[in-house]
């Protein structure tokens, strides 16, 4: 018998985790779904399989589930189905949980110390061939794309063997993937990692360097010759974790420190630009413009769902869509940025096929006043050369997941396709799949594809065509 969730935030109301897997073969759906929309739309959230062991935990923290909607002919099959990742299989035959929130060692049972505390739980990326649940703390994790059966972890060839991100990119033009990891040489160091992964799944570059300080990286942002690590004040300290304080802490003495490095060149060309504090879990793209590099980023004053090194959580401010502008011409190591949008908004997202390159459309989650990232309102268009924007708003109560743009034909215009969302309708407790026209975004759904259940907030997703 295991033991009930604690009544916290993470563990109630629609961030409560679901604790079954099933499937269901043809789903109601209201309205028209589109005959060229053939895939899956594929998501991965934190779905905790048991109770925590110590008061550490976080919501980033649950086991990873993925939910998939397979669409094709007008029907839509769903089946959710956790990642059983090496934790989540010892803890299932111990019938508790038995690490430690981080994998802190103090609150670890004996029967998992030392073992992996991988969760798999942030992202997806389709590569190589291959489907892969991410998470920042560890290696990928394979999943088979047609059952979600669990792989394991993947080490390709041997030469991924620790952290890798959630976010890493693929690079439309070459299809090479591009990845980093941060402390990515032992526990909260600041050694970060760069790397390249070619179209058929070899790695094909890995360079350790020295960030300015530990921090939490989340998200990188890549270019067609360049790449950005924005180093930004949300520290990581071993040293601070033993004395019982947070093991991640806003401490914005530190400042925001962020790297750009050339592509071709590697780690030897990085240069760091620096700025005031502030923080940025998500980039919606970067590009060139001459000598500048240009980068689209949810930005933060402060870290939000992070306490400072003092343990306290102080106000949570909202993401702004922010143009941080690097002049490579120019000496010294200042940088210009400024806000495009004044609409608090998350989990941005963009027509991939335009990943690094100049571009046009952008997507994110959006709030209403008085929402949170992770529970957003609506899901709003940014035009990003001209910051026109349009939204579309879920009735009062519900909420909506990061959008993920599929486009119309392979070789559509930019942004011309649809947007794939999950709402969590608030008064059923339940959750929908809503499809959307990118040229109609404001007329709401096209398609609603309803579940009996709900789909937990999660984070991101991806679309497998075909
Ligand atoms: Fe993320």
Redesign the pocket.
């Known amino acids: 018998m295991s033991r009930p969730f604690p009544k916290t935030r993470p563990f109630t109301g629609n961030y409560a985790p679901i604790l079954m897997e099933c499937d269901a073969y043809d789903l109601p759906v209201d309205g028209e779904l589109p005959a060229g929309l053939r895939g899956t739309l594929l998501r991965n959230g934190a779905n905790p399989q048991f109770a925590p062991r110590d008061a550490g935990y976080h919501w980033f923290l649950g086991d990873g589930m993925v939910h998939a909607f397979g669409i094709a002919d007008g029907r839509v099959k769903y089946r959710n189905r956790w990642v059983r990742t090496p934790k989540w299989e010892l803890e299932h035959a111990a019938g508790e949980a038995l690490f430690g929130s981080w994998g802190n060692p103090m609150t670890t049972d004996p029967r998992a110390q030392g073992k992996d505390w991988g969760i798999a739980n ?2 997806l990326v389709w590569h190589g061939g291959r489907l892969f649940a991410l998470e920042e703390g560890h290696q990928p994790f394979e999943l088979a794309p047609d059952t979600l059966d669990s792989r394991g972890y993947h080490d390709f060839g041997g030469k991924i063997t620790g952290r890798f991100t ?2 890493p990119r693929i690079d439309p033009e070459t299809g090479e993937m591009v990845f980093f990891a941060y402390t990515a040489d032992g526990m909260l160091t600041s050694g970060m990692l760069y790397g390249t992964i070619s179209p058929s799944g070899e790695v094909t570059r890995k360079e350790l360097f020295q960030a300015p300080y530990c921090a939490m990286v ?2 990188f942002a890549v270019t067609r010759n360049h790449v950005l690590f924005p180093v930004l004040p949300l520290t990581g300290s071993l040293p601070r974790a033993i004395a019982g304080g947070p093991a991640f802490a806003w401490e914005p003495d530190k400042g925001a420190w962020i790297g750009v490095m050339r592509r071709d060149a590697g780690t030897s060309s990085l240069r760091w630009f620096r700025g005031d504090p502030c923080f940025v ?2 980039v919606m793209n970067a590009w060139e413009d001459g000598e500048q590099i240009c980068a689209e980023v949810v930005r933060y004053d402060r870290a939000p769902a992070f306490p400072d090194t003092k343990g306290e959580m102080g106000q949570t401010g909202i993401g702004r869509l922010a143009r941080w502008r690097f002049d490579l011409s120019q000496p010294g190591d200042s940088f210009a940025w400024d806000y495009i949008d004044d609409m608090a908004s998350e989990f941005p997202r963009i027509d991939d096929r335009f990943t690094g390159l100049p571009y046009r459309h952008g997507w994110l989650a959006c709030e209403r006043p008085e929402g949170r990232i992770e529970a957003a309102g609506g899901i709003e268009h940014i035009d990003v050369t001209s910051g026109r924007r349009t939204v579309c708003w879920m009735p009062p109560g519900d909420s909506v997941s990061e959008p993920v743009f599929v486009p119309r034909t392979p070789d559509a215009a930019e942004g011309d396709g649809w947007l794939l969302a999950v709402a969590w309708r608030g008064a059923e407790h339940r959750s929908d799949l809503i499809v959307l026209d990118t040229g109609a975004l404001e007329d709401g759904p096209i398609a609603t594809v309803g579940l009996s259940h709900r789909v937990p907030f999660g ?2 997703g991806m679309w497998l065509p075909g």
């Open positions: 942030t992202s959630a976010h989340h998200d879990f998500h984070f991101h």
